[in-house]
T-cell receptor
């Protein structure tokens, strides 16, 4: 157990619906990362937060995606008007030490 | 797209054999990390490397940070069935990159008892 939790673990939705995922990172760590992993690939960086500030966003994060970390603790990732290409595992990571990122169990999204 | 080339893509070995896999990049990385991922789970950190030439062990696992900073290697000795999974290398390109990681495509390891 890495101390990073994600909910829900699985989400099945119909194309066009909105979905929201939550990540609760290791407590007292000011950085939080989101990655996306499609089948057969390694995780790809989406965005990261330093406390409540969103400091970097990947080109993968289209305008249908929005992430928040309102109080510098948990974070949410919302996808609006989901598309089949959004089907993937969404991973949250929390660092310890210099750059040892510990991942949560992920949320697997299936868009029908 | 991903910048790390990981090989081999898959390996099917006999229990007890040693395993080697590697990761190469066209650019310099300041940090190399190796993760293992089981189906339906998030990646689990195995080893972290911070200095060129560094050799670090974690039980039966040994990883090295290449001298050129453009490659890393992971070895598993005396494999056992629970070593089955997908192994990913990950690197941090430079100190100002916000510490986000770039991942390789993974090496799928299968162990025959």
């Amino acid at each position: 157990d890495t101390g990073v939790s994600q909910n829900p673990r699985h989400k099945i939705t119909k194309r066009g619906q909105n979905v929201t995922f939550r990540c609760d990172p290791i407590s007292e760590h000011n950085r939080l990362y989101w990655y996306r992993q499609t089948l057969g690939q390694g995780p790809e960086f989406l965005t990261y937060f330093q406390n409540e500030a969103q400091l970097e966003k990947s080109r993968l994060l289209s305008d249908r995606f929005s992430a928040e970390r309102p109080k510098g603790s948990f974070s949410t990732l919302e996808i609006q008007r989901t598309e089949q290409g959004d089907s993937a595992m969404y991973l949250c990571a929390s660092p310890q030490g210099y750059n040892e990122q510990f991942f949560g169990p992920g949320t697997r999204l299936t868009v029908l | 797209g991903q910048q790390l080339n990981q090989s081999p893509q898959s390996m099917f070995i006999q229990e007890g054999e040693d395993v080697s896999m590697n990761c190469t990049s066209s650019s310099i990385f300041n940090t190399w990390l190796w993760y293992k991922q089981d189906p339906g789970e998030g990646p689990v950190l195995l080893i972290a490397l911070y200095k060129a030439g560094e050799l670090t062990s974690n039980g039966r696992l040994t990883a090295q940070f290449g001298i050129t900073r453009k490659d890393s290697f992971l070895n598993i000795s005396a494999s056992i069935p629970s070593d089955v999974g997908i192994y990913f290398c990950a690197g941090q390109p430079n100190a100002n990159a916000g510490n986000m990681l770039t991942f390789g495509g993974g090496t799928r390891l299968m162990v025959k008892p």
